[in-house]
């Protein structure tokens, strides 16, 4: 039942990122639309631990994130220090203008990392799509990702009997967690003879790299919803939760992959 639940939003995710990898405007809408709601997503899971954030700015900062990466807006290093400092000082500001001062440090520090987390690091999608052979290495970077954690899915179903990490997630197993490894380095593999730009070695290091952040960054997040005791992020995909139970393993992978590609290059 649960499997039959996921086919139809996991469908339409799909060819929707199928046109995003392919068309370069589409996939920073979608980018930021999944950053916003993603980014929504974890503030409404933090408040439910009693820490009231500062949503308006958390999702404003979110959004400019990567709209001014798509549209290759660099500012000087001086510039982009002045923004930290005034994005600090405004939340110090309303953190002042609070009536009381509970979970003050909390507040700030969540709402900060939030953007951290969910919108600066998975924007370097968008920074390898606009890379030379930026559509192949985007559907590289996806394909990979997501079929580990498909592949730690059904692994895990089928032949889950060891936890991997009882007190974050119960359902996780060692066995899924090395089916997922394993789907993902072959399809890894696969995919891999379709993009030109690194050497076959290169490739194969990259796709180890990603098979194990992936894995991480689902174990990440549902050391989240632990602390936040909630079961997934949202209610926007059927069988699948939300948008953040969907990205959380790209939000690891993303950053790593553009940073090894523009190291190697």
């Known amino acids: 039942m649960?499997?039959?639940?996921?086919?139809?939003?996991?469908?339409?995710?799909?060819?929707?990122?199928?046109?995003?990898?392919?068309?370069?405007?589409?996939?920073?809408?979608?980018?930021?639309l999944l950053i916003v709601v993603g980014l929504y997503e974890f503030f409404y899971m933090v408040e439910?631990?009693?820490?009231?954030?500062?949503?308006?700015?958390?999702?404003?900062?979110?959004?400019?994130?990567?709209?001014?990466?798509?549209?290759?807006?660099?500012?000087?290093q001086g510039w982009q220090f002045l923004f930290i400092v005034m994005a600090l000082l405004l939340l110090f500001l309303l953190e002042l203008g609070k009536k009381d001062a509970h979970h003050s440090v909390l507040s700030i520090s969540a709402t900060v990392f939030g953007v951290i987390y969910i919108s600066w690091c998975f924007s370097f999608i968008i920074r390898i799509r606009q890379l030379p052979?930026?559509?192949?290495?985007?559907?590289?970077?996806?394909?990979?990702?997501?079929?580990?954690?498909?592949?730690?899915?059904?692994?895990?179903?089928?032949?889950?009997?060891s936890h991997l990490v009882k007190r974050i997630s119960p359902k996780k197993s060692w066995e899924g967690a090395f089916g997922g490894f394993f789907t993902s380095l072959v399809i890894g593999?696969?995919?891999?003879?379709?993009?030109?730009s690194m050497d076959f070695l290169g490739k194969l290091f990259?796709?180890?790299?990603?098979?194990?952040?992936?894995?991480?960054?689902?174990?990440?997040?549902?050391?989240?919803?632990?602390?936040c005791r909630v079961k997934d992020s949202g209610k926007l995909l059927p069988g699948m939760g939300g948008i953040l139970d969907v990205i959380d393993s790209l939000i690891f992978t993303a950053p790593t992959c553009y940073l090894y590609l523009t190291m190697m290059a």
Not at 16 to 23: Q, T
Not at 54 to 69: D, E, H, Q
Not at 206 to 227: C, P, T, V
């Open 2 to 32: 649960q499997v039959t639940k996921r086919i139809v939003p996991f469908v339409i995710l799909s060819i929707v990122s199928v046109f995003g990898v392919i068309y370069s405007p589409l996939c920073g809408i979608l980018a930021c």
């Open 206 to 227: 990259l796709i180890i790299i990603l098979a194990a952040l992936a894995q991480l960054g689902d174990i990440f997040e549902s050391l989240i919803k632990r602390d």
């Open 189 to 196: 593999i696969i995919f891999s003879f379709f993009v030109k």
């Open 133 to 161: 052979e930026g559509a192949m290495l985007t559907g590289f970077l996806l394909l990979v990702t997501k079929s580990s954690d498909f592949g730690a899915y059904i692994w895990g179903k089928k032949f889950g009997r």
């Open 48 to 76: 439910k631990k009693g820490v009231r954030l500062f949503k308006p700015l958390g999702l404003l900062v979110g959004a400019l994130i990567p709209i001014t990466i798509y549209f290759r807006f660099s500012p000087g």
